[in-house]
């Protein structure tokens, strides 16, 4: 076994290097450092950084930092060092990071067929994409002695692009005010036609992890409502006319809707976290466009 002498230089050497880090978290939290000693264990703790000798037991020293820990261990008198990750004290959800989908709508009937008056706003959806950035997260745990449930509330930013093709303009009509496509003069072709909006979108998620006992590896499912504010929207539409590329870009009112509603699902298991949106509130103001009602479908690519 290594000698007391040898563990207590050990334990000195560890205090020099955890003191700039003890030093830096006093000075941010005003925690006071606490250092104890009893029965041949040693101890300098404060706000989370944590330094422990103990001369009785196989595992001699240990640093947490967090969620980590190093562990300095006296396998048959050679000394190894191993490195642990400890399991979170609270419930964390999943909705922080960037996510990246594809975008549609259906109508009442929830049918992606549209009806005629509505032709002009059928969708190329290959290229309908929808980005996030998915910047706040606030975690509430609904248990106390596990960590595996609870609510999620968030905020993020969305940008909706909604790629059409179809030679129209989208053009509100001068005496109903509907929203209505309005067709391209000939000898126009059409390269690119879309809608474009952006959102902060607010959900309010209730998520189950599973298995409890394992926090590093759970599959997790989450549903809820989410409601949106528009921050902006544009339409843009790229085509050719006389062997000349022409681009045109409008911000006129086209009777987007200011404010959407709907439904949240999110699974995921370690790297592979999919998401899916269905609105309640239709793409256009009522009774101001096709009653169309928006989803999306994507995954998430990184997570805070």
């Given at each position: 076994m290594i000698n007391k002498r040898g563990l207590k230089i050990s334990f000195m050497f560890l205090l020099l290097l955890a003191l700039p880090l003890v030093a830096q978290e006093k000075e941010r939290t005003k925690t006071v450092v606490k250092l104890e000693e009893s029965k041949g264990k040693s101890v300098i703790s404060t706000s989370g950084v944590r330094v422990e000798v103990d001369e009785l037991s196989d595992t001699l020293t240990t640093i947490t930092l967090g969620t980590r820990r190093l562990e300095i261990i006296d396998d048959y008198n050679r000394p190894k060092v191993k490195m642990v990750r400890l399991p979170r004290e609270k419930f964390k959800g999943h909705w922080a990071g960037c996510e990246i989908g594809f975008n549609g709508y259906m109508t009442s009937g929830f049918s992606s067929d549209l009806p005629n008056d509505a032709l002009?706003?059928?969708?190329?959806?290959?290229?309908?994409?929808?980005?996030?950035?998915?910047?706040?997260?606030?975690?509430?745990?609904?248990?106390?002695?596990?960590?595996?449930?609870?609510?999620?509330?968030?905020?993020?930013?969305?940008?909706?692009?909604?790629?059409?093709?179809?030679?129209?303009?989208?053009?509100?009509?001068?005496?109903?005010?509907?929203?209505?496509?309005?067709?391209?003069?000939?000898?126009?072709?059409?390269?690119?036609?879309?809608?474009?909006?952006?959102?902060?979108?607010?959900?309010?998620?209730?998520?189950?992890?599973?298995?409890?006992?394992?926090?590093?590896?759970?599959?997790?499912?989450?549903?809820?409502?989410?409601?949106?504010?528009?921050?902006?929207?544009?339409?843009k539409m790229v085509y050719k006319a006389a062997g000349e590329r022409i681009k045109d870009k409008s911000k006129d009112n086209i009777n987007l809707t200011p404010f959407q509603y709907g439904a949240m699902v999110r699974i995921g298991y370690r790297f592979i976290n999919l998401y899916a949106t269905y609105n309640f509130s239709t793409f256009y103001t009522n009774n101001r466009g096709p009653e169309l009602y928006p989803f999306s479908i994507g995954l998430s690519l990184i997570q805070f």
């Open positions: 002009f706003m059928d969708l190329n959806s290959s290229k309908s994409v929808q980005f996030s950035i998915n910047f706040l997260q606030y975690n509430i745990s609904l248990q106390q002695q596990k960590n595996n449930i609870g609510l999620v509330l968030g905020a993020g930013l969305s940008f909706y692009n909604y790629r059409t093709d179809q030679p129209y303009y989208f053009k509100r009509h001068p005496d109903t005010g509907m929203t209505v496509g309005e067709p391209l003069p000939e000898g126009r072709k059409v390269e690119k036609n879309k809608i474009t909006s952006t959102f902060v979108n607010i959900p309010l998620l209730f998520e189950w992890q599973v298995p409890a006992a394992e926090p590093f590896h759970r599959f997790y499912v989450s549903a809820g409502p989410y409601c949106g504010f528009k921050l902006g929207g544009h339409t």
